[in-house]
């Protein structure tokens, strides 16, 4: 495998899972590298990645005109509260698992200006309510994805048919589905 080098622009496509689920063919997203360390995964979300996410994945440079015209996301959720807290998952049974999470759960929505060249982040919602799914669906958290933990989750957006994101359901304490089992493993391994 080539050495994948951060290009603004550069259109890739990220394999998600290996073949699993007696599929005949891995499953690939597409994606933009923005900024010094954002993807903008298409017909989904942007968040930003590390570059260990960026070595260890399987990515190919693709020949597509890249997004121009694309504007950043200005609204993100950040984890409520300091420290930790241990989420437990399918208590009872025998898939139960223990996951740490950071912060003390829930998220508030802030906005992020980076126009100065340095963060200025703005409150605009102090504290997001669990019941509010539009709200919680509808923006990206503000942590950094890592290797193989978003690979999984890119694997469960094809899976589902639409943007999922396992960490946020985590954080504010939304039933997980056992599809999540692979992702799951991941985090708390």
């Not at 550069?10 to 360390?37: H, P």
């Not at 923006?139 to 290797?147: G, I």
């Not at 978003?150 to 946020?168: A, I, Q, S, T």
């Amino acid at each position: 495998m080539t050495k994948n080098v951060w290009k603004a622009n550069q259109v890739i496509s990220i394999e998600t899972r290996c073949k699993d689920e007696d599929r005949k063919n891995n499953i690939y997203v597409l994606a933009q590298m923005i900024n010094k360390a954002q993807l903008l995964i298409f017909d989904l979300f942007s968040t930003s990645v590390t570059r260990q996410f960026i070595k260890n994945s399987n990515i190919y440079k693709q020949n597509i005109k890249p997004i121009t015209n694309y504007k950043f996301p200005k609204y993100k959720i950040e984890s409520l509260g300091m420290g930790s807290r241990h989420v437990t998952v399918w208590k009872g049974t025998t898939n139960e698992r223990k996951v740490l999470i950071l912060g003390q759960g829930g998220g508030r929505l802030i906005e992020e200006d980076m126009s100065t060249g340095s963060y200025k982040t703005k409150i605009i919602m102090p504290s997001i309510p669990v019941t509010d799914s539009e709200t919680i669906d509808k923006y990206e958290l503000t942590n950094v994805r890592v290797y193989a933990e978003l690979n999984e989750r890119l694997y469960l957006c094809y899976k589902f048919g639409k943007n999922v994101d396992p960490l946020k359901d985590l954080i504010f304490d939304r039933p997980i589905p056992l599809e999540y089992k692979e992702y799951i493993d991941i985090i708390s391994s």
